[in-house]
Structure formats: structure tokens, C-alpha cells
């Protein structure tokens, strides 16, 4: 699956783009011009899915691709794909569950709650026979402070929490292919059993470390999209990141432009029919983007024009709108540039300090 | 006042003391300083900590195995005593703060040696009742041990600083040398000594001449299709502890075996312990980092792959074998050269001649007395090419020459001759280690009983075993036959369908078979 999604990744910035950018992108570097690759060449779903894959061992997999003839990098570092490749992406592009991967927030929502959910599970689990024997598998104190307080709100329902969890996992878990679901209940650690370490899945399945990492991270994003979906509220405390919609947080106003847009109706539309003024329903429209980090900006702005937005802002370091209006010469609206800014103004932040 | 015996049990559910304990114990109680060696699972934790649960003050005990000081609090919490309290840089700010403001309800502190050097913790220790001062892992205060702690050498000023307590410094693993070190390093301590035998004589011991290192991986299959059972190989190197360990996998693909070094992430780390320790692993090829606070009882075959650095280092990690009493075996596979890697170690773990030129030949170009020059740890092992720990010894040696202060580098009379002592020192330390190296290549090779020649520079007792001795004593491998039960993992991990798996696992009170 690694160099599977590695060739992937590679045959979406064929010729344009060095191999690093695809090490950035699985990576999940918090860059403008990371993200702006994710949006371009559609490969934002791919985005952070492989967060502690170091350059080496990337660098690793793109000489063993150049050396088995699989790709050809030039000199000015672009990458070209041999037919070989092509083939091989072709005959096994059913074989990886690629649409486990959901990128953005997803992807940022993974490592805190695996740790929390393995935790919380060893835990119960031990608390649920009153066994109190067991040594803690994460270390991380933050997720044990957690786990403590979580306790506390649930000690007297542990039964019932454990069977409602049961209940949603083995409802996600069928879901999946038969492997993802085997390997996801392998690594769980519970009373009278220790969980397998990454090495051993690695050698039970006869495939790489890198492999099971990306297979893990895959099956814990479509877990979180799962939840999502199904409005899966036990989940909820697991995560901190507001990876769902925060709907709850817009004006009822807003509810309801949203509403109305997921119909189908367009912008204009909406503001005749409700009988605002546009700007208002565009306004509506910057809060939706905020609060749902999933909706889909393409009614409204290309990726070309989002890519030619956010290279502004980085190139005059300048968030005022009018500024950016001007740099672009006018091209773009306030209100898509509004809009870009409130999908990527966070990250670009996170991308200063990293 | 209660006998000891019925506080024994009552706290611990102990009915008796282990050899040592109660004289220990006994002494301190009394008010009187000890200096004790006791053997590796011998319980030496308890020395301290039954002292802790009858005291009116608190104790306070040094340990650098942050791992185990969170293993003993986690213990001591299982076993209902909330009283102790670990102080470590695993700490969150908040929570360091949180137990600092509630420092006298704790009767059992542990610290790790770097907080020694953080003055508002001893400020606010000192003003604690502290009947018992306990230094860990003592042989960490000789410079001449194996794990020497430059934090270490503050703590007789500690001692001072507290009002010289009752102290207790306990080992492991002291040659006569260390444990005169221990006594001169600590002035503000009279001790009285308990030295008792180190000796397991549970574990018998063999050394395999093999002509090269390619033999070894063939010696590894031939025991292990004779023997099945929870076995640790040390390895010096990440690397050979993980070739081997894929090796053994495709060898043997109904026992499981893992690798285990300091490169892994913390989970995975944690994982192959616990499994380890719920006999859900047979093999673990490993490197010096694993073992610290694993307490298997049943681990039956400890083999060097490759030697360690030292004699000390080998008691130690054989001292894991057999904590049940029952009969274990200690095998080490020797080549010809088998000095080599180990010589390369020791070679590589003080800095170079060229370095220290090349430090303070830059020292002396500048001109510190208009100002002090910041130090950023990053840049200098960047800008010397040293590594993390020859820059600490460098630096913890600067500090003492007052050459450092503050982390800045400061203006220094008499640089020519703090450095050519320097060099002088680097040298006499690698002579030294070369020659605790030569003992241990020399245990190889004796035609001795190895079981006298490995304890003889610790001048304590050793037994005297009619059979289970060690090679020399007749003992071969072939002829052992070992504790009939040892678990093996088997096929415990795999289940039928994932289905039936996750069952049992999220609902064990209603799918499992209880304990």
C-alpha cells in the first residue's frame, strides 16, 4: 500500500513536481504550497495520512522505485512514470482501500484518538472485571490525565459504555474489508491480552512497517468519518478536533443558507428566495467554511485561483483582503478571497511556527 | 512497637523477609546509615519502602530508572497505598505544581537525579521531616562505574543541605572499588555495610566458542529447536538485534519473537514489554534498553549475542533470568574477535584527543571577559561533531573546571592546563574501561569454575553447586533439563475470525473466563 499510494501520488504530479512534494503531502506538512498540492492535484484526501514517515525512509522508497525502473526523475527533479508503473496502478487500483483516507481534519483527528481509544479501552476493559493490574500502554501523560477524567464521568456506566462501543466498532468494522478489520482488532489491547506491535502485523501480513502504518491510519480516518456520518456521539469526547461540523456554532441564519446550499441551491438564488441581500448570504457562506472543514469551495472558486490566492499570501505575507484584491490585479472577488483565507488562514498559521 | 514481621504482612502480604531485608531495614530504623548490595530481584525496593510506611517523616529516594519509580508508584497505588509520589521530567508543569503544594502528604518521594539540580524542589523538600534519604542504583556516583551520573555527585551537598538524614545507598552490582568510591563521594555519611553474595545460583553458565560470527545465527536455531522457551538475546547493536530477530521468525514460525531497542516509539515499546510479561512473546532479541523494570519471573535462557562493555553489565542482564528460583541458563557466544565490538564501544563514548584540541583551540580564540559566550547544546555537538553524550561529558566537566557557569562559557586563566588534564583524564577513563573489558574477555576464556571467576572481584560468597554450575563445572546445555512449566505464547494472538476476537476483548465480563 505504501508504494502503491507513493506511485499514486507520483502519476498526479507527473512532470511537474519533485518527489518531495509527495513526501510533504503523506507527511502532512502544515505548508501553503503542501496544501495548494493537495487541492491541485486532487490528492488532498492523502494529505498528513503517514505523519511519522521520516524523509529517509521516503527517500528509501523513491531510490528502490528509480532502481526497480518503476519511475525516472530528471534532472531539474521531476518525476516520470514508467509503464510499468502505470500497469501496475491499473490492475491495483481496487486493491488499497484508498477511500478510507479523508485527509484535512481527519488526518490531524487520528493520532490523539487512536491513543485515546486504545487507552480508554485497555482501561475499561481491566476496570470492567475490576482488575486493576495492568500497566498503561500509552504513555503519554496528557492521554492518561484524560482517561482519568473520562472515568470519572463514565465509572458508573463502564458496562454500558463497553457494549455501546462494541456495538459501534463491530457496525464500522463490517463495513471494512475482512484484512482492515482483522488488523484494527489485532492491535487493540485489552484485558488478558497485549495488543500486536506494528513489526508484527508487518510480519503476520507479509508486508512492510509502512504498509500496516498507512492501513492503521486509513481505518482510523474512515473510523472518525464513520462517527461523523452516523452522528456516533460516544466517540465524541475522543477527540478534541472539531473534525465534524460544527453546526451548532452558526447562526440559525446560516443553518439554514447551508441547508438550503446542500440542496443544491445556488448563492443568488438563495438571497432572492430569502430575500437577503448577497452579501449577507455570503457572509453566511465564509461562516459555513469555518465550521465545516469538508465543504466544498468548487461552486465558487477553482483550485487554480485558490493556489493562485494562497501563493499570494505568501509571497506578500499579507492577510489584509485589499492588499491580496490588488497583488492579484483585481482577478478575484473579496468573497472568494474570504473564502480561501477562511479555509487555509489556520493552517497557514500552524505552517509559520512548524 | 510491632514486630516487623506483622508489618511485613500486613502491608506487603509478605509472611517472611528475603535475605537482607529485615538487617537493613532494622539498621535504618535505628537511625543508622547503610551502604547495602543486594543481588538483581532480591527486593531491594522494600528496604525502603516498608521504612516509609511506619516513619513519621518522609522518605526520599533518588532512582534513575524513571520507569521504575512509575512502576513502583503504580504498585504501591494497586497494592491501596496512596503515598508515594514520583517527581520526573515526565511531570506536565501543572502537575509538578499540583505536587509540590501537597508535598507533605506524600511519605514516599521519588526524584530523578536531574531534579536534584532544581533548587525550588529541594527548597520546598527541605522544609519536609526526612527521616530516610535513599540513593538508588548507588554505584551511579562512581565515575568509575558503568553508569555513571554526574547529577550523582551533588547529592553529598544534598545530604548536607537536608541535615545529613539517616542515608541508605543501595546496589546492585559494587566491586570493592565502587563501593569505597560510594563512601568517599558521600563524606556526610558514616555507612555501615551489608554486603550480601550476588551470586544467583539458580542460573548455570556456558560460554560457546564458536570460530566466526556466522556460526552464531546456526547456534540460536540448533537451541531453539531444542528448547522452547522465554528467552532474551542481548545484541550491542540495533541492528544485529533486528536482523536476528527476522531470522528467528522465518526459522521458527510458531514462536514469537520480537526486537526491541531505544529506536522504536515509545507504544511499540510498551507493547513488546507487556507481552513479554504476559508470556505472550517467546524470544526477544534486544539491546541494553530493554530490561529495566521488566520483572518476568520465567524468563529461563538470557544469551550474549555480543558482550557487553563489563562485568557489572553482564550480572545485570543475566540477573533477569529466573527470578522464580527455577533453574535458568546463561549461554554467551564467543568469537575469537568477540572484544572487538565492544573496544569500538568504549572507544566511541568519550570524546577524541582531536575534539578537546579542537574545543578549546576555539575557546582560547575568543575573548571571553567582555562577554560570556551562551552555550546552545545543538550547536556545539554540531560544531564539535560529538555525540549527545560526549558533549555531556564534556560540558559536566567544563562546569566543574568553572570554565561554564550559567550555560555560557566564561572567561578561564588557565585553559592550556585544564585541557591537557582533560586529555589526561579521557585517557585514564578509556584504560580503565578497557581494562573492566579485559575481565570479562578474560571470564571468557578462564579453565576456572565460571561461577567464582565472574563474582571474584566482588569478594562476596558463592555457592558451591553439586550440578547446574556452568560448563566448566560439567555442565553442558544438552544435559539440562528445564522447569517443566513454561508458558509458551503458542497461538495465543490469533483468533479465528475478528469477529469473535473483538468480542471477547471489549465485553471480558461476559465472554471471558475470569481469574
Known amino acids: 500500500m505504501f508504494y502503491y499510494l507513493i506511485l499514486h501520488g507520483l502519476q498526479r504530479i507527473e512532470g511537474q513536481r519533485s518527489p518531495a512534494a509527495i513526501y510533504h503531502l503523506l507527511q502532512g506538512r502544515r505548508s501553503a504550497q503542501t496544501i495548494q498540492d493537495g487541492n491541485l492535484y486532487q490528492l488532498s484526501e492523502y494529505f498528513a495520512c503517514y505523519p511519522t514517515l521520516s524523509r529517509a525512509d521516503f527517500n528509501h522508497g523513491i531510490v528502490q522505485l528509480i532502481e526497480k525502473d518503476w519511475i525516472k526523475v530528471t534532472a531539474e527533479n521531476l518525476v516520470y512514470l514508467t509503464g510499468k508503473s502505470h500497469s501496475f496502478l491499473n490492475k491495483y487500483s481496487q486493491s488499497f482501500p484508498l477511500h478510507y483516507l479523508h485527509g484535512g481534519n481527519y488526518a490531524r483527528a487520528v493520532p490523539l484518538f487512536m491513543k485515546r481509544i486504545y487507552l480508554a479501552i485497555q482501561t475499561y476493559t481491566h476496570l470492567s472485571v475490576n482488575n486493576r493490574n495492568f500497566d498503561p500502554i500509552i504513555d503519554d501523560y496528557s492521554v492518561q490525565n484524560w482517561i482519568k477524567s473520562h472515568y470519572q464521568q463514565n465509572r458508573y456506566q463502564l458496562k454500558e459504555w463497553l457494549i455501546q462501543l462494541y456495538d459501534s466498532l463491530n457496525g464500522f468494522l463490517i463495513t471494512l474489508d475482512s484484512y482492515s478489520a482483522e488488523l484494527f482488532v489485532k492491535r487493540i489491547t485489552a484485558y488478558q491480552r497485549i495488543g500486536a506491535t506494528i513489526q508484527q502485523l508487518a510480519w503476520q501480513n507479509n508486508c512492510s512497517i509502512h504498509d500496516i502504518e498507512i492501513r492503521l491510519m486509513a481505518i482510523f480516518q474512515h473510523l472518525l468519518f464513520h462517527i461523523d456520518q452516523h452522528h456516533l456521539e460516544l466517540f465524541y469526547p475522543l477527540t478534541d478536533y472539531p473534525f465534524s461540523t460544527n453546526v451548532g456554532f452558526m447562526t440559525a441564519s446560516a443553518q439554514k443558507t447551508y441547508q438550503m446550499l446542500k440542496h443544491g441551491w445556488s448563492k443568488d438564488n438563495i438571497a432572492s428566495r430569502r430575500g437577503l441581500r448577497p452579501s449577507t448570504v455570503e457572509d453566511h457562506i465564509v461562516e459555513i467554511v469555518y465550521a465545516d472543514p469538508a465543504f466544498q469551495l468548487s461552486a465558487f472558486i477553482d483550485e487554480k485561483s485558490i493556489g493562485q490566492i494562497l501563493e499570494a499570501i505568501k509571497v506578500i505575507q499579507d492577510h489584509k483582503l485589499s492588499s491580496i484584491k490588488a497583488f492579484l490585479n483585481h482577478q478575484f472577488s473579496y468573497f472568494q478571497i474570504r473564502l480561501v483565507l477562511a479555509r487555509y488562514d489556520k493552517d497557514k498559521k500552524k505552517g509559520n511556527e512548524v | ?515
Open chain 2, 1 to 515: 512497637m510491632q514486630q516487623l514481621e506483622d508489618i511485613l504482612h500486613l502491608y506487603f502480604n509478605h509472611k517472611t523477609f528475603r535475605l537482607g531485608q529485615k538487617e537493613i531495614i532494622n539498621d535504618i530504623i535505628e537511625g543508622k546509615s547503610v551502604l547495602a548490595t543486594l543481588p538483581t530481584g532480591a527486593g531491594k525496593s522494600l528496604c525502603y519502602q516498608l521504612p516509609a510506611l511506619i516513619t513519621q517523616g518522609t522518605v526520599i529516594v533518588v532512582s534513575p530508572l524513571l520507569s521504575l519509580m512509575e512502576d513502583q508508584v503504580k504498585q504501591l497505588k494497586r497494592q491501596g497505598h496512596h503515598i508515594a509520589v514520583a517527581i520526573n521530567s515526565f511531570n506536565t508543569e501543572q502537575e509538578r505544581q499540583m505536587i509540590l503544594s501537597r508535598l507533605s502528604q506524600y511519605k514516599l518521594i521519588y526524584l530523578s537525579p536531574e531534579m536534584l539540580q532544581n533548587q525550588v524542589i529541594l527548597d520546598k523538600l527541605q522544609k519536609l521531616q526526612i527521616d530516610l534519604f535513599v540513593i538508588d542504583e548507588a554505584h551511579c556516583i562512581s565515575q568509575w562505574g558503568h553508569e555513571f551520573r554526574p547529577d550523582y555527585l551533588k547529592l553529598n551537598q544534598i545530604i548536607e543541605h537536608f541535615n545529613k538524614p539517616t542515608t541508605l545507598a543501595l546496589t546492585a552490582t559494587a566491586t570493592p572499588d565502587v563501593q569505597q568510591d560510594i563512601i568517599n563521594q558521600l563524606p556526610a555519611v558514616k555507612f555501615s555495610k551489608h554486603i550480601y553474595p550476588m551470586d544467583r545460583s539458580n542460573i548455570a553458565f556456558i560460554v560457546e566458542h564458536l570460530a566466526d560470527p556466522n556460526q552464531k545465527d546456526r547456534y540460536l536455531i540448533d537451541l531453539f529447536e531444542k528448547f522452547q522457551l522465554p528467552s532474551l538475546i542481548y545484541f550491542s547493536s540495533k541492528k544485529e538485534a533486528q536482523r536476528v530477530a527476522i531470522m528467528l521468525h522465518k526459522q521458527f514460525l510458531h514462536l514469537n519473537v520480537a526486537y526491541y531497542h531505544g529506536d522504536l516509539d515509545s507504544t511499540e515499546r510498551q507493547l513488546i514489554q507487556q507481552q513479554f510479561m504476559e508470556d505472550q512473546l517467546d524470544i526477544v532479541c534486544c539491546t541494553s534498553a530493554f530490561g529495566m523494570g521488566v520483572d518476568k519471573p520465567n524468563i529461563r535462557l538470557i544469551i550474549h549475542y555480543h558482550l557487553p562493555t563489563q562485568i557489572e553489565s553482564f550480572i545485570q542482564e543475566i540477573g533477569r533470568a529466573g527470578r522464580d528460583q527455577l533453574s535458568s541458563v546463561s549461554i554467551t557466544l564467543a568469537t575469537p574477535y568477540e572484544h572487538r565490538l565492544p573496544e569500538r564501544l568504549i572507544d566511541s563514548e568519550l570524546p577524541k584527543e582531536a575534539v578537546v584540541d579542537r574545543m578549546f583551540s576555539y575557546l582560547s580564540s575568543l575573548d571571553l571577559s567582555i562577554q560570556p559566550l551562551p552555550i546552545k547544546d545543538e550547536d556545539w555537538m554540531i560544531q564539535l561533531q560529538v555525540t549527545e553524550t560526549q558533549w555531556r561529558f564534556l560540558k559536566n566537566y567544563l562546569i566543574n573546571k568553572q570554565i561554564i557557569e550559567h550555560n555560557q562559557f566564561v572567561e578561564h586563566k588557565n585553559l592550556f592546563h585544564v585541557k591537557k588534564e582533560l586529555i589526561k583524564k579521557i585517557k585514564q577513563r578509556n584504560r580503565y574501561k578497557m581494562k573492566k573489558l579485559d575481565e570479562l574477555v578474560r571470564w571468557l576464556n578462564t579453565d576456572h569454575c565460571r561461577r567464582d571467576q565472574l563474582y571474584q572481584s566482588f569478594s562476596t560468597p558463592v555457592s558451591k553447586l553439586e550440578s547446574l554450575c556452568c560448563d566448566q563445572c560439567g555442565f553442558s546445555i544438552d544435559q539440562w533439563i528445564p522447569p517443566s512449566e513454561a508458558n509458551m505464547a503458542g497461538n495465543k494472538l490469533a483468533k479465528e475470525s475478528w469477529k469473535d476476537d473483538l468480542k471477547e476483548l471489549i465485553l471480558p465480563f461476559k465472554y471471558r473466563q475470569l481469574e
